[in-house]
Every structure is written in C-alpha cells, then in structure tokens.
C-alpha cells in the first residue's frame, strides 16, 4: 500500500508551475526524488484520457495516465496531480503490471507539511496567494527502465453556477505530445440543459437515451471552459468577466436559447434563395448549389413562405411573390431547382432588383441568401452604386451574402451583409458549397428572437462585437464580447421582438474591477475587433485611427490582419491615398477581387464570428511584423511583455506614471500579490517584471523596496486598479 498525500495547495494553474521540466498542463508529473541509478531522469508521460460524467451540479472525473521511463535506471519520486478548489479527492489507483493497487490518505498536518516544502523549494507567488485547491501527491516509484506505468485519478467536482448555466473547467495548459486528443463528457439528464457552448475549443454534441455525449477536440491545447445553459428560461443569459487591473475590464455575453427540438414557437420566416446560375457557375459549383438549395427546402415549415431566384443574363423567378412553403409548392420549387443550367453573363442588378422587390410579411422575418461567383457584367456594374440600391430598398430583411471561388467582389459582398444585418461567408475554389450554405441555412432555421439589443447593465459597456446584435435562433448561441468601465454588480436586460411582441430578459451580473480568471476573453474580444475594424476599412476606407487601432490589436495580441506590415509605420507614413475616409467610397477594382482580396475578407469574416479559441488561433502571429523577435516576447492573459534591458516590460506601459519597485520574493512582494492576485501571472515571467496600470505602474526587481506598510500597499492598489 502505498502514501498518498492530499495536501491545501494552491490555484491549479499555479500549481502546474512545480513540473519545472516539462510544459504546464494539468496532468499529473512526475517530480524525481532521487535520480537513476544510471543517467538522467527521463520519465515522461507517454498517453492520456480524460473521462467525465456530469449529473445536475456535480462532475464525476477520472484521469488515467501512463509514464514511461526511458532512462538507463531506476527513477524514484512522486506522481502529482492539481486538483480545482471545487473538486472532492475520490480515490487513486496505480498498475503494478496488471494489479490495482489503491492508495492512502495521510493525516492534515503531514500533508500540510508536504505543501510548506513545495512552497519553499518553488517560491511561487500564485502558490500562497491562490489557496483553496489541493494537490494530490504520491509515492508510486521507482520505474525500472524501459518500464511503463499506469495510474488513474478519480475526483468529482461540485460545478459553478454562473448565470442561467452551469460551468465546467477542465486544465491542460498547453498541449503535448501525450495529451488527450479528445476528452469526453456525459450528461446524464440532456432535458435539463440547452445548448452547450465552449469559448475554448470545438465541441460536437449528440442526445441519445435522455443524455447528451460531448466530445471536446483538445488538439488545441488550452484550459477548457464549457458552459451548459439550464433549461429555465426562454433564452439563458450567462456573463463572464475579465479585469486584468489598470485598464478597462472584458467581458463575454451568452445567449443560449433551447435547441431547435424545442422550438414551437418560432418566428415564421420568409426565406428568399437567390442563386448566379451565369457560365462561370458549371459544373461542380452548380452541382454543390443546387444541392444546397434542396437542402434549404427541407429546413421550410409550415408557417414559412418562400421564394426562388436564378440569375445569369436574365432573371427567372419560380413565383411572382412569396408563397407558403405547402407540399405543392415544395415539389414546383424542387422541380425548378432540378432544372437549372449555367450559362451567360451576371446580372446582379437585376438580381438584387427581384429579391428586394416584395416586403416581407407580418410578424415575419425576411431572409435573403445571395450567392455567386463572380463580378456583375450585366446591367449595372459599379459596386458602390448596386450597394447604395440595396440599402434604399432592403427594409427589414436580413441579407447573407455567400461568395464562390476568388472572382467575387469581395467589397460588395461585405457591403450587403453588413447594410443587411445580416454575415458574409467565402467559399474556396475547392470548397464545398453545399457544406457553407447548408450550415448557414440551418443556422437561420428557427428564429427565437429579433431586432436584439442590450437594454441596460450595471456598467457602461464599450467597443461590443457585433456592434448590432444580430437575430437570435434556437439551437444556435449568441456570443457578444466587449469592454467595461467601472465595476458593479446587477442585472443585465436584453430586449427582442417575438411574434410580434416585445419581450426583456435579465440575468444578474458582476462586473469586477480586478478579475483574473477568464483569460480568454480578452484574446476572443481582440480576434472579433480586428475583424470588425478590418472590415470597417475595406467598406469606408482607411483612417488613421482604424489603422492605429488595428495595427495595436496587431501588436498586443499577435493577429494577423493585412495591416501587419504597417506594424511599425506610423500612420502618417503609409501610402498617399490610403487614407480615404468617404463613406462608401469603394477600393480600387483591382483590390476587390482576386486570391488576395477573397482572402483578407474570409480572415474578416471568421474573425467577426469567432466564438472560441480555436476558431482564432489561425489568426496569431508567432511574432507581429517589426515586433520584437519571438524569444523576446511573452503574452500573459491580455497583456504583452517585451524583453528590455532584462526587465520584462508591459507593452501599455506609460513612463508618465509612477511606478514602485519591490523586491522579488520580499515581505512586500508577497504582500502585493495577496492584495493584487492579478499580478500573479506576470510575476511568473521572472523576477524582473515591469506591470503598467490605470494610474501607476509596478514593477519587481532586485534592489526594491523590502516592506509594505498598510498605507502604502493601500495606495499602491488604488493607483494600479485606478479605483
């Protein structure tokens, strides 16, 4: 029988900073205590799965992991595991060959003793400030070599309650080789909650036998967050905030309604097809979209109507009007859709022209899908002009633009999209058609509710993306990122149309001055502003203050936009002409289509509507163009740190503010980071770190000030908090 201590250590992130040789990540390690009998240690962990089961509040984890030791000896130590400050120790197993042998607990006060030690050996600030967690701790060595073994972990978790859903956190901080690929969660009683949603990595869902299967794609790395919406309200609303101290605080908003199952009472829609059927469409394309217009069909019910409409040269409309989507006419539109053939010219003039001509129906929302591939060579060809009739006649229809291969008018796509409330999707020569259409037409299947805005909340909201909430349908969340000034707690009401009437929905917030947590807020806030501001400068030409505040973006969180060579200039110094400001004034016809122009309005266009980490991590830069090199650069949560004469330097530092120094590992030291535990991660970069705040600056390094008095640390944190 083996020892097992469970000791009160600290924050599970923090905790990870005791495996000193290898990436953090919350998996367990390995900590030698005496080295082989031959070479160095070299135990790894060679393979990994994490399994969870989630009934009502509490989750049931289990762990199991295997270490390989591929030294020249035996290797002795401890396998340790962080466990959240949530979670209930459960029992521990480790494989001697094909035996289980279980472990013990020890007494408090041993386990105790066991932390102090780690402490003193680390010196980690986030290991005294972040208290609440355990730290499982246990004596399963020595490996002989060549030797494999096998433990597995079992905890259960009592879940948060954030908002009107539950919250799951799982840590792997960066990935490695032997990380799962997958993890996999079960919810036992699937009616009770809607929508799952992860601001940290792609999930697929599947209900079967009244539960719900999540798989988790880990391929990504990162700590995994994972909200489950409860099923209490027509739409949950759940807030999650982050305040680095010292500037403006992030927040994220979900809005999750139940999935489409449940949707009775949807919003009736009018759905307008709108397809280029012009030569340039044959062959697979024609093929991808005709497929994709059944598709669309089938999404129809019984309150909807509808319309179909090809273009090429000429116009053919199935109907003079909007008709209700009844068997009879499901069978005409199929049959009309069958028969389409490419050839001639693009008239979008005259395309636009026939889907604007008729107004949606009351108490219905209009929905237009636009797709083509090509430039208009029929009839009226400026951009600007066939963007400007649009926007006269669109009225209260939503408009989606769907472009096919690089021939598109990229700036005329995005115009109509953002003029119609509505988003712009790029499909690659190679890509399916089919797959982009039919994934947003099941996206507009069922309308929950209409014309959203934000009524009110405790603090004053800034820089919101999508700066307009656009509608919101069941089975589909709705995320909103922005900043804050200030701090409060309270409620936050939303307001939207239902079947014709005006319904507000509220859930309590907290808005903090000084949040730590969440830290993928402030990159996914970032993703969607560079995409927004990107496309702002393609429709209304670049300013000097759009390209300064991408080119920021660019800087401090390492997006990659088609700014990033102007990294470095200032404003003032780009091209002549590349300050155009009038409204609408469209780019060059050489800047609007083509490889490079279909490919900066796809990064826009998955920028604007990132939801998740992974959705974003395309768009990181290694190192900003001109920005110092990779090596000298670190990102703490929102924050940039450069490299400058040995101190790591916050890149929003001001010189014109004070800034107090104190020594690392100092009295003062440990009492700033308990009074200011925000610091906590970027006093990890080392011991010579510069933090810049709202009002002053502090910085740790050798030579600083030994001891706080009461006052003075008071100053300190309503200088850096600005409060």
Do not use: C
């Not at 090429?312 to 003079?320: E, I, M, Q, Y």
């Not at 936009?561 to 409204?583: K, N």
Request: proline share 6%; no cysteine.
């Amino acid at each position: 029988m083996f020892r097992l201590t469970f000791a009160p250590a600290a924050g599970l992130a923090a905790a990870l900073a005791l495996a000193s040789s290898s990436p953090l990540r919350a998996q367990g390690w390995i900590e030698i205590e005496r080295p082989p009998d031959r070479g160095l240690p070299a135990v790894t962990r060679v393979a990994s799965r994490v399994s969870v089961v989630i009934d009502g509040r509490i989750a049931r984890v289990e762990v199991e992991e295997r270490f390989r030791n591929s030294g020249g000896g035996l290797a002795e130590g401890s396998y340790l595991y962080p466990l959240p400050g949530e979670a209930a120790f459960q029992n521990f197993s480790l494989w001697m060959g094909e035996r289980e042998v279980r472990g013990e607990v020890m007494p408090a006060d041993e386990a105790r003793g066991v932390y102090d030690a780690i402490v003193r050996k680390r010196r980690d600030p986030a290991l005294l400030t972040l208290a609440g967690h355990g730290l499982v701790r246990a004596q399963v060595f020595p490996i002989a070599p060549g030797e494999t073994r096998k433990v597995v972990l079992r905890y259960t978790q009592l879940l948060d309650r954030t908002g009107d859903a539950t919250r799951f956190r799982y840590a792997m901080g960066e990935r490695g080789p032997a990380d799962p690929e997958t993890i996999g969660l079960r919810v036992q009683d699937a009616a009770a909650i809607g929508t799952p949603f992860s601001p940290t990595h792609q999930i697929a869902t599947t209900r079967a036998g009244g539960g719900l299967d999540i798989t988790v794609q880990a391929a990504g790395g990162g700590d995994l967050e994972l909200l489950l919406p409860l099923r209490e309200h027509l739409v949950g609303t759940t807030v999650l905030t982050h305040a680095p101290g010292g500037e403006n605080g992030y927040f994220m908003l979900l809005l999750s309604p139940p999935p489409a199952t449940a949707a009775a009472a949807a919003v009736p829609r009018d759905l307008t097809l709108v397809v280029d059927v012009s030569g340039s469409m044959s062959g697979d394309k024609l093929e991808q979209a005709r497929a994709a217009l059944l598709q669309a069909l089938g999404t129809l019910g019984a309150a909807d109507r509808f319309r179909v409409i090809a273009f090429s040269s000429t116009v053919r409309r199935l109907d003079a009007g909007f008709v209700p989507a009844t068997p009879e006419h499901l069978r005409a539109a199929r049959a009309f859709v069958e028969g389409l053939a490419a050839d001639g010219g693009t008239n979008i003039e005259g395309a636009l022209d026939a889907a604007l001509d008729s107004e949606p129906g009351e108490g219905h929302l209009g929905l237009i899908v636009f797709m083509t591939d090509g430039l208009p060579s029929i009839g009226e060809r400026s951009p600007e002009r066939l963007a400007d009739r649009a926007a006269a006649r669109r009225g209260t229809s939503r408009i989606f633009t769907v472009g096919i291969g690089h021939d598109v008018n990229t700036w005329l796509l995005d115009r109509l999209a953002a003029e119609g409330r509505g988003s712009a999707a790029y499909v690659a020569p190679q890509a399916s058609v089919e797959t982009a259409v039919g994934g947003l037409l099941g996206k507009l299947r069922y309308p929950a509710l209409v014309n959203l805005r934000v009524a009110s909340a405790p603090v004053r909201l800034t820089a919101e993306s999508p700066a307009a909430l656009p509608d919101l349908f069941y089975g589909e969340e709705l995320v909103l990122f922005g900043r804050y000034e200030g701090s409060g707690s309270g409620p936050i009401s939303i307001e939207g149309d239902r079947n014709g009437r005006r319904e507000r929905f509220s859930a309590d917030a907290r808005f903090a001055a000084g949040e730590s947590g969440n830290e993928f807020i402030p990159r996914l806030w970032a993703s969607r502003r560079v995409g927004d501001l990107t496309r702002q400068i393609r429709l209304e030409g670049a300013t000097p203050e759009l390209v300064a505040q991408v080119r920021d973006l660019g800087l401090r969180y390492g997006i990659l936009t088609e700014f990033t060579s102007y990294l470095v200039q200032e404003p003032g110094e780009l091209a002549d002409g590349a300050m155009r400001r009038e409204r609408a004034l469209a780019p060059p016809p050489e800047a609007q289509s083509g490889r490079a122009a279909f490919d900066v309005a796809s990064r826009s266009a998955a920028l604007s509507g990132a939801t998740n980490l992974a959705a974003a991590k395309a768009s990181e830069l290694a190192a900003p163009a001109g920005a110092a090199a990779a090596a000298d650069q670190r990102r703490v949560g929102a924050r940039l740190f450069i490299l400058q004469r040995g101190v790591w330097t916050d890149a929003a530092q001001v010189d014109s503010l004070q800034t107090t120094t104190v020594a690392p590992f100092s009295p003062a030291y440990f009492a700033l980071v308990r009074a200011l535990p925000e610091l906590v991660p970027s006093f990890r970069l080392g011991e010579s770190v510069l933090v810049a705040g709202r009002r002053s600056n502090i910085q740790v390094a050798p030579g600083g000030v030994e001891q706080l008095e009461a006052g003075r640390l008071a100053a300190l944190v309503r200088g850096f908090r600005g409060t």
